[in-house]
């Protein structure tokens, strides 16, 4: 029960919204969402659209700038983010350093916070698209291709000048001295969809972990940092791992899927439908609409299951969908797929490994955040972020010596 007196203090009513799944936080004009309708779009742009006709560089772009790049400075990106791809050699010691089993994620958020050190220059927030986050867009995904090869014990592989964004982390994934990774073109642009799909969102958990840990003004390395470690937790980027769990342990411990729906449904069992439910969409998630297209792009008969080849895990995952659609439960509850549910076969199918899935998202939603952390550095109206709070302690108590607790 809340004391209604404590909502009121000496600067007047306080709201009191758990998960703020009411409150605006900002006004922003870089994604629209549609919750009821199943509508995403990037600067008015439907996601369909970019999904199908654009690039991941050129969506960047898009989100960071506001406005799609004419051929010049597509061109420009695309150079700058080449020139950008290598790691100082320094911080190839993050990696000795760390235990071998450590979540790339953890690593990943350490490495982007220590890139303030690296490259301590000032960015010009009037620039469209400053090289701080050039340089973020492509050492990141140089940062993990290398923790992917050293977590192996591989040789790492350099980016090739000649290959696009999507292509490049390809070939540092999958490229080695013995067999050279021949690039596919299906899987690039799959890899284009995923990022394209991911690359915003407008104020989910760890895009509000930005804007929040920028309002404090500290430097844009530091709250992409803090977006990442929000990202990594199984209720938000996290899930898309978890849903590969979900469909291994139906598979392994030969669960039926009626038996795994109403598991699901037992609120005294802890096994959710992960990949399933979404705070704002109330219908299908239009992203996993289209990931689930992908599916049947890349996933071919001729393949192992582990390289493109056709994945069971697929099977269970679409008679999952049928059967919670067509349960009451979910039914009222609005619980509809959402983009986790298909992606992590998608990665998968490429050969990304399970614990690396967070952190595809996280290289996709980096052009979301910077766009979000440029957009609130510029705002006249930005205050620092201070939530309040309803306080349920103790009204006054005295303080008791120690020889008398
Ligand atoms: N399986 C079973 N029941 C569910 C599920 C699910 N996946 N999701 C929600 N519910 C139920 C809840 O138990 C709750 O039931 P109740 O009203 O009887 O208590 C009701 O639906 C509402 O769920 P909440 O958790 O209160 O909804 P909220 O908006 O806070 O959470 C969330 C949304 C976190 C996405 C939730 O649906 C969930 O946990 N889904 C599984 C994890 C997942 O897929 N996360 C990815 C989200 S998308 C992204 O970040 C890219």
Avoid at 56 to 78: C, D, Q, W
Avoid at 95 to 121: C, D, T, W
Wanted: some cysteine; hydrophobic content about 40%.
């Amino acid at each position: 029960a809340i004391d209604i007196r404590s909502l009121r203090d000496s600067t007047g009513l306080i709201t009191y919204d758990p998960g703020f799944g009411n409150t605006g936080s900002c006004s922003s004009a870089i994604t629209f969402m549609d919750g009821e309708r199943g509508i995403l779009r990037y600067r008015g742009i439907p996601i369909e659209q970019l999904a199908e006709r654009s690039t991941f560089v050129e969506t960047a772009y898009l989100l960071i700038t506001g406005k799609l790049p004419n051929r010049e400075e597509l061109t420009h990106t695309s150079v700058m983010l080449n020139d950008a791809s290598l790691l100082h050699e320094d911080m190839k010691i993050f990696y000795q350093n760390y235990p071998s089993k450590a979540h790339p994620m953890g690593i990943l958020s350490a490495m982007v916070n220590a890139m303030r050190s690296f490259y301590p220059e000032l960015i010009d927030l009037e620039e469209d698209i400053s090289i701080t986050f050039l340089r973020l867009i492509s050492k990141v995904r140089t940062m993990a291709a290398m923790a992917y090869k050293i977590s192996k014990g591989h040789k790492t592989v350099y980016p090739r000048p000649d290959y696009s964004y999507a292509a490049n982390f390809l070939h540092m994934m999958f490229d080695n001295p013995v067999i050279p990774y021949e690039m596919d073109y299906d899987m690039v642009q799959a890899l284009n969809v995923f990022w394209i799909l991911h690359a915003d969102h407008e104020q989910n958990c760890s895009t509000a972990a930005v804007r929040v840990v920028g309002s404090g003004q500290v430097n844009v390395y530091a709250a992409i940092s803090a977006g990442i470690s929000a990202l990594w937790g199984p209720l938000h980027g996290g899930a898309n791992q978890a849903v590969i769990g979900m469909l291994e342990q139906i598979r392994n411990e030969g669960l039926t899927i009626s038996k795994a729906v109403a598991k699901a449904k037992d609120k005294n069992d802890p096994f959710r439908l992960m990949g399933f439910g979404h705070r704002v969409y109330k219908t299908y998630d239009p992203r996993a609409k289209i990931m689930k297209k992908m599916c049947d792009l890349i996933l071919k008969k001729d393949r192992p299951a582990e390289n493109g080849g056709m994945d069971p895990l697929l099977d269970i995952a679409m008679a999952l969908e049928d059967a919670a659609l067509a349960d009451p439960y979910f039914q009222e509850k609005n619980l509809y797929p959402n983009v986790d549910f298909y992606s992590g076969i998608v990665l998968r199918a490429m050969g990304i490994p399970t614990n690396m899935f967070t952190v595809m998202f996280a290289i996709g939603r980096l052009p979301g955040w910077l766009a979000q952390w440029r957009e609130d550095a510029l705002d006249p109206l930005r205050k620092i972020s201070r939530p309040r709070q309803v306080y349920t302690g103790e009204t006054i108590t005295d303080y008791t010596p120690m020889d008398e607790r």
